[in-house]
């Protein structure tokens, strides 16, 4: 399933999250809400932020996996 | 550097606030260009909209030129800002607003419009 391999994606890349979460938006298994909360962020701008969840999706993203990806992130601070 | 970067690169550089998305604002094909258009409207942005859907390269070439892997993309004067998630959010804390000023002059609402330009 698509929404577990997200998850260990993210979880790899941001093992000292303290929230991960991915959700199937429509039960169609590609359009996801991933929200992740993690010290990674902190003080980083927004942007910086999603850049590091796109890159932890890279594969899924350039694969055609994800078709629509939203991205809720939050630091710790 | 190909011929469509370049220009793609070009519309970036010249237009106030440049936003990829599928469709068009008169026609949205996609729940997240839809979002960002809305942000930029509700922070009284100029949008000069490039539809992405009339050729797959478009697509290829903005990703290669802005390193960001999903459409919509909002550039504020040149600047990569983000996607439908990150234009929401810095329209909703009223730091788009703030960019726009910035980037653009205290005036940019004044010269908003909308139009949308092709690069195909």
Request: proline letters at 6%.
């Amino acid at each position: 399933m698509a929404t577990e391999w997200l998850e260990q994606l993210l979880r790899q890349a941001f093992p000292d999250a303290d929230e991960l979460r991915v959700d199937d938006r429509t039960g169609g298994g590609d359009h996801f809400q991933v929200t992740v909360a993690s010290p990674r962020f902190d003080g980083l701008p927004l942007i910086d932020q999603h850049r590091l969840v796109n890159a932890a999706l890279a594969e899924p993203l350039s694969d055609g996996t994800i078709h629509e990806l939203r991205i809720r992130t939050k630091g710790t601070a | 550097m190909s011929d469509l970067q370049d220009r793609i690169k070009d519309v970036i550089e010249k237009e106030p606030v440049t936003l990829f998305m599928k469709g068009t604002p008169q026609f949205v094909m996609c729940g997240n260009s839809d979002r960002a258009l809305r942000a930029l409207r509700e922070a009284g942005a100029p949008v000069t909209a490039v539809d992405v859907l009339p050729d797959p390269s478009i697509r290829q070439e903005l990703q290669e030129l802005s390193g960001w892997p999903t459409i919509p993309q909002v550039f504020v004067g040149g600047e990569l800002i983000g996607g439908a998630d990150i234009t929401q959010e810095l329209a909703e804390t009223g730091e788009l607003e703030k960019k726009l000023e910035e980037k653009l002059g205290t005036d940019y609402k004044s010269k908003a419009e909308e139009k949308t330009i092709s690069v195909v």
